[in-house]
């Protein structure tokens, strides 16, 4: 499966659109990342507790979005887009979602 955030791939030719395709993740952190998330912020660095997390959620939604273009007959993903935001009452949630159009190409 191509995944490209270009609207083609080069050197092949789209023959068939198959519809736009999503991927979601919305992940929760929980209490030991958002406390040395904390101490990182007030110390100063990279949090890697927060980096794992996004990393995951990110190959995640990816990888739904490709399972779904294949089931679609897809054999690529032009135009990918990955948004992310941060939910619940406290932002103690992250939804990461992969975006494209489905297509088959040769």
Same mark, same amino acid.
């Given at each position: $499966?191509?995944?490209?955030?270009?609207?083609?791939?080069?050197?092949? &030719?789209?023959?068939? +659109?198959?519809?736009?395709?999503?991927?979601?993740?919305?992940?929760?952190?929980?209490?030991?990342?958002?406390?040395?998330?904390?101490?990182?912020?007030?110390?100063?660095?990279?949090?890697? @507790? +927060?980096?794992?997390?996004? *990393? &995951? @959620?990110?190959?995640? @939604? *990816?990888?739904? $979005?490709?399972?779904?273009?294949?089931? *679609?007959?897809?054999? @690529?993903?032009?135009?990918?887009?990955?948004? +992310?935001? =941060?939910?619940?009452?406290?932002?103690? $949630?992250?939804?990461?979602?992969?975006?494209?159009?489905? =297509?088959?190409?040769?």
């Amino acid at each position: $499966m191509i995944l490209t955030t270009t609207p083609g791939v080069e050197g092949v &030719q789209i023959v068939e +659109y198959k519809g736009i395709v999503f991927g979601e993740v919305i992940s929760g952190v929980d209490f030991i990342k958002d406390f040395t998330a904390g101490l990182t912020n007030f110390f100063g660095g990279r949090s890697r @507790a +927060y980096e794992g997390e996004l *990393l &995951q @959620a990110r190959e995640e @939604a *990816l990888a739904e $979005m490709k399972q779904r273009a294949a089931d *679609l007959g897809a054999n @690529a993903v032009v135009g990918v887009d990955i948004d +992310y935001e =941060v939910l619940g009452a406290n932002g103690s $949630m992250l939804m990461v979602t992969a975006s494209g159009t489905a =297509v088959r190409v040769e």
